[in-house]
T-cell receptor, first 118, second 112 residues
Framework: AQKITQTQPGMFVQEKEAVTLDCTYDTSDPSYGLFWYKQPSSGEMIFLIYQGSYDQQNATEGRYSLNFQKARKSANLVISASQLGDSAMYFCAMREGRFRGGSEKLVFGKGTKLTVNP | EPEVTQTPSHQVTQMGQEVILRCVPISNHLYFYWYRQILGQKVEFLVSFYNNEISEKSEIFDDQFSVERPDGSNFTLKIRSTKLEDSAMYFC??????????FGPGTRLTVT
């Protein structure tokens, strides 16, 4: 079964508008974390934002915020005031298991390609 | 700002040859990882390394692969007898006491 599901292969947004990229996850571990990474066409993986399962508040980093709904097992990324430079692939990922001595490996979704139109 | 670095950025090798991909993680980080991404696909975990030993490896990480931390700064991935299907982007990542994993810029491996 997929641990991370990103159902939107592609999304389009107008410059300066907000966009939400969906991510749902599946785990039975009470301690886990959700990550979002940006991968521009140049190929590097840029860390954007992290949400821990015990964090009380939704994570925010500048124009990025994570809409964490634990009961629904969703961790959607919200990008406010989109810019042309936001056009990229966006990957949601999950870590499990530090408190069980786990390796902290990340499991990635298939990604969403975001295109920001001028 | 500290960052993970990887060399080379692009490696072309012939099938059957050995390659070594190099990484310098962020200096105070404790956990080190290799991931790969075949073109157009999602990122896949290969191996994690903590306290000078492998802590977990995926089924992809068979006897063809090995990792080493030869000194206090470098972290290497060796691929013996490369195959065409090893062509991919290989990412090194590291994390510290906080959970954020920072990725290097990747090494694009092309096996011909």
């Amino acid at each position: 079964a997929q641990k991370i599901t990103q159902t939107q292969p592609g999304m389009f947004v107008q410059e300066k508008e907000a966009v939400t990229l969906d991510c749902t996850y599946d785990t039975s571990d009470p301690s886990y974390g959700l990550f979002w990474y940006k991968q521009p066409s140049s190929g590097e993986m840029i860390f954007l934002i992290y949400q821990g399962s015990y964090d009380q508040q939704n994570a925010t980093e500048g124009r990025y915020s994570l809409n964490f709904q634990k009961a629904r097992k969703s961790a959607n990324l919200v990008i406010s005031a989109s810019q042309l430079g936001d056009s990229a692939m966006y990957f949601c990922a999950m870590r499990e298991g530090r408190f069980r001595g786990g390796s902290e490996k990340l499991v990635f979704g298939k990604g969403t390609k975001l295109t920001v139109n001028p | 700002e500290p960052e993970v670095t990887q060399t080379p950025s692009h490696q072309v090798t012939q099938m059957g040859q050995e390659v070594i991909l190099r990484c310098v993680p962020i200096s105070n980080h404790l956990y080190f990882y290799w991931y790969r991404q075949i073109l157009g696909q999602k990122v896949e975990f290969l191996v994690s390394f903590y306290n000078n030993e492998i802590s977990e490896k995926s089924e992809i990480f068979d006897d063809q692969f090995s990792v080493e931390r030869p000194d206090g700064s470098n972290f290497t991935l060796k691929i013996r007898s490369t195959k065409l299907e090893d062509s991919a982007m290989y990412f090194c990542a590291s994390s510290g006491i906080l959970y954020e994993q920072y990725f290097g810029p990747g090494t694009r491996l092309t096996v011909t």
